[in-house]
């Protein structure tokens, strides 16, 4: 069984505050509901996704539930040849005091968000969910073939895959320079709807972008049965 140092919850923090890799491996749901600021969600299955992503020598920590889910992540990162500096278990608000949280929503959701977007008829400028109408931003973190196929008129093409994905350096804020071109600066007038076939690689792609300061929506959905229901539309690059 590999082993790593335990991390006390203030050291955690401080670990966050400079910059350094946190990953969470939590169930998405969970991680969206409630988290720490700054650690980004990586389930057990989508630990391969840390290979060729990380810079070489890199510190990073793990946070789990529950002792099982550490021990499943730490086993394995242990078959990838990565080992952890240290680890913690519990939840959040016992880890540290810097709590976030983003919503979890639907395509259905986004093209809502967009039709309120565009329309603006509220002179208070409020939206579906009693909050201050925010631009929507879509970002997909499909791979080429899959944005490529079929992808939403506008949506920022983000792949989350070693070698390509959107963020490479250990700091927040570092954007890989194409993509810094075509996202908007993290404002609060804006919102990344983060989304890729199924929900599971954007969960990961919106924790690297609230990361770097970007408000963010997670799209829990499948892109497949929301085409085939008539909820969206897909452009294509052929």
């Not at 070693?162 to 993290?186: A, H, Q, V, W, Y």
Request: contains cysteine; hydrophobic residues 40%.
């Amino acid at each position: 069984m590999p082993t790593s140092t335990p991390m006390r919850p203030h050291e955690l923090g401080r670990r966050l505050d400079v910059g350094e890799w946190v990953f969470d491996v939590r169930d998405p749901r969970s991680f969206a509901e409630e988290h720490l600021y700054g650690t980004v969600n990586v389930t057990v299955p989508q630990l391969t996704h840390l290979v060729g992503v990380l810079p070489a020598g890199a510190p990073f920590s793990v946070i789990g539930g529950t002792a099982h889910e550490l021990d499943e992540a730490l086993d394995r990162l242990a078959v990838l040849g990565l080992t952890p500096r240290e680890t913690a278990v519990g939840r959040p608000a016992d880890l540290g005091p810097a709590l976030a949280t983003y919503p979890r929503v639907t395509f259905r959701d986004l093209v809502r968000a967009r039709r309120e977007t565009n329309s603006r008829q509220d002179p208070a400028g409020r939206g579906w969910d009693d909050e201050p109408v925010r631009r929507a931003v879509v970002v997909d973190a499909r791979d080429a073939a899959e944005y490529a196929r079929g992808h939403l008129r506008g949506a920022v093409h983000a792949p989350l895959r070693p070698g390509t994905s959107m963020i490479r350096e250990g700091l927040p804020g570092r954007i890989r320079r194409p993509l810094r071109k075509t996202l908007p600066l993290p404002t609060a007038g804006t919102r990344l709807w983060v989304h890729c076939a199924d929900g599971t690689r954007a969960s990961v792609a919106a924790g690297l972008l609230e990361r770097a300061g970007h408000e963010v929506a997670w799209l829990d959905d499948d892109l497949e049965t929301a085409c085939r229901d008539g909820v969206l539309r897909l452009t294509s690059l052929f």
